[in-house]
């Protein structure tokens, strides 16, 4: 169990939050995985994936930093973040199969909460956009080869 | 919810080097608006301190000058690069203290640093420039950009981190010697970047804070050594620093308040236009120069702005700034927010419509919290009080008005020429909007109209008395002086 903090998605920074939290979420429970004796046969593919999931958090960090103004910071609303909510709760003892199953489904709701908040951000921040996009397409990516185990 | 620390405890100033204790022995609270905890003491020093700060900066002052402006720049992109390490905990302090959200306080933050990464152009900022026969055939005549000595900030409450950077920087990286008097409301902020400033390898006196009220501003304004004076805050303050300072021999540019009005034409894009008026509106609580006050609306644009703009207000989410999905925080203190009921109570007696009542906001487990919600006035006339002072909070006055034409009357009735903003889909209207408003700063679909480091920032008439504004080429302009000499060789 990785544990995570999902606030409400009403502030640019809180959507930046989430992602943070999805990130840190989806590294955790894919290091757990790895560690999985049944699935031991994907454990590089898994720490693979819990590497490239920390670097997006650290793409995440710079991006609230160094880009930020007073004149992005409308309010969000009408953005129900529940809906992207992960599980965290790696399944103890999983194979390959189930392993791969359980990952697919956090690939699946982080691409859907990033391609969503990039039609926000679009408004507000064009680069914060083509990040959210980008992380989007690389979940997708992701789920249809975790799906392909 | 992390908070840097608990409780800063005693707070010191730092002279010459050193950090030092006030021997005044007077000190203040230092509160966090939105819990209502004491989390420092801030002390009032003496003026006799004061001048020991102005006599340590005068001595810095030869050698600073001396050093090539190359060298200086260096201490300032090792500050740039100090500040970024420090960058999430300068956010989190000024929440503490001051009580805005953290995506504000962290685009504070930005700004600041911002600050420091145009003043490390300096080599380039700073050159004068010659003609040759310029004086005559054979005579050589050159402008030098040179150094005046000691300068004194005394800062305001609503921007802790930026606004002593809208000036210090660019006073000591053009080789002058700086005095920085944070708010007694919000001073934690500025010791804590002072403790990056000292990392950076400043030598000592160079860059000074003196921690205290009117005391400090009065010796640093009265002292011979202070060559200049930069100040933000009240419009009736900002005129007597403005008046004692000049009295005294001293270069002044203070910035004094603010009455914005956003004014909406029938064509303005709707959704994006709210979305981002809430931020201007309610960002920081209202606490900003730049911060919308007046909503004018054109036409019959009035009636759907306003249900859906009351409808928008209501989603505003409030409490402690650290819960990164606020959306507003508390105004700065029980006072501050005494004055902003009064504003709203003295609009309902006459005769303005509350549509939305922040009066008695509660934000559960903040009961000791200054919190006044978005709070939305219709039917608000110009001849209203609320339409015409500075209220400083997150007071919406909304006034129907027949044409752009009609709305410059109204914005060129007020004392205050700071920032006015117009919504359009229309080049013409907008183009008409900026030629004609007189403010120093103009919002084209923008509520926030907040200069960049490298543009001057200030208000026109009773939003700023002085002539070079802050931040930029002003700002150096304001550090400096052009010394001419004409070159002949016999």
């Known amino acids: 169990m990785v544990e995570c903090d999902f606030p409400e998605c009403r502030t640019f920074g809180s959507v930046i939050r989430f992602a943070l939290e999805l990130e840190k979420g989806a590294a955790g429970v894919y290091e757990e995985l790895a560690n999985e004796p049944k699935a031991a046969a994907a454990a590089e593919a898994f720490r693979a994936l819990a590497a490239a999931h920390k670097k997006r958090g650290e793409l995440l960090e710079h991006t609230r930093q160094q880009k930020l103004n007073e004149m992005i910071l409308e309010p969000i609303q009408d953005m129900d973040g529940t809906r992207y909510i992960i599980d965290t709760k790696t399944p103890k003892g999983a194979d390959v199969k189930t392993a791969a199953g359980f990952a697919a489904r956090i690939e699946e709701k982080s691409s859907a909460f990033y391609l969503d908040s990039a039609k926000i951000a679009k408004t507000l921040m064009a680069e914060a956009a083509r990040i959210m996009e980008k992380l989007g397409k690389e979940s997708l990516a992701n789920k249809a080869k975790l799906e392909a185990m | ?490």
């Open chain 2, 1 to 490: 919810m992390t908070e840097v620390k608990k409780n800063y405890g005693k707070l010191q100033n730092y002279v010459n080097g050193e950090w030092i204790e006030s021997t005044s022995g007077k000190a203040i609270d230092v509160e966090n608006p939105a819990t209502g905890e004491i989390i420092a003491q801030v002390p009032m020093s003496s003026a006799d301190e004061t001048k020991a700060a102005v006599e340590a900066a005068d001595e810095a002052w030869p050698a600073w000058r001396e050093t090539p402006p190359i060298t200086r720049a260096r201490v300032f992109f090792k500050l740039k690069e100090l500040l970024e390490l420090q960058f999430e905990d300068v956010a989190r302090i000024m929440v503490q203290e001051q009580g805005k959200t953290i995506d504000e306080a962290r685009g504070e933050t930005r700004r600041t640093i911002e600050n420091v990464e145009v003043a490390a152009g300096i080599p380039s900022l700073m050159m004068g420039y010659n003609l040759e026969d310029g004086a005559a055939e054979g005579i050589d005549e050159d402008a030098v950009i040179s150094p005046l000595g000691v300068f004194g900030a005394i800062c305001p409450f609503n921007f802790p981190a930026m606004i002593p950077y809208w000036f210090w920087p660019y006073a000591v990286a053009s080789g002058n010697t700086y005095i920085v008097k944070p708010s007694s409301q919000v001073p934690i902020t500025q010791l804590w970047l002072t403790k990056v400033v000292e990392q950076a390898g400043f030598p000592p006196g160079v860059f000074n804070i003196v921690n205290g009220s009117h005391e400090v501003s009065d010796t640093l304004m009265e002292h011979p050594k202070v060559k200049g004076i930069s100040f933000v805050g009240s419009t009736p303050v900002a005129k007597y620093i403005y008046k004692h300072s000049a009295e005294n021999g001293k270069r002044v540019q203070a910035q004094g308040g603010a009455k914005n009005s956003l004014v909406v034409m029938p064509d303005a894009a709707l959704d994006r236009t709210i979305a981002n008026m809430l931020a201007s509106y309610y960002g920081c609580a209202g606490q900003r120069c730049l911060a919308g006050s007046n909503m004018v609306a054109i036409g019959d644009i009035a009636d759907p702005l306003l249900k859906r703009w009351v409808e928008a207000s209501k989603k505003i989410k409030m409490g402690y700034g650290l819960d990164e999905s606020v959306n507003m925080g508390p105004v700065v203190s029980a006072k501050a927010k005494a004055k902003v009921i009064g504003y709203i109570d003295s609009a309902e007696k006459e005769g303005a419509k509350i549509l939305l009542d922040g009066r008695k906001a509660k934000v559960p487990g903040y009961e000791k919290g200054h919190f006044v919600g978005p709070t939305v006035i219709d039917q608000v006339t110009p001849d209203m009080t609320i339409a015409k002072e500075e209220v400083f909070g997150p007071v919406v006055s909304f006034l129907r008005m027949g044409s752009m034409d009609e709305a410059l009357d109204f914005i060129h009735s007020s004392p205050f020429g700071n920032a006015a903003s117009i919504y359009t889909q229309s080049g013409k209207s907008a183009r008409e909007f900026r030629y004609k408003c007189q403010c120093g700063n103009i919002g084209i679909n923008v509520g926030i109209v907040a200069a960049m480091a490298y543009f001057p920032f200030a208000g026109y008439k009773d939003s700023f008395f002085g002539d070079l504004h802050g931040q930029g080429q002003d700002a150096i302009k304001f550090f400096t002086d052009r010394k001419v000499v004409i070159t002949r060789w016999f």
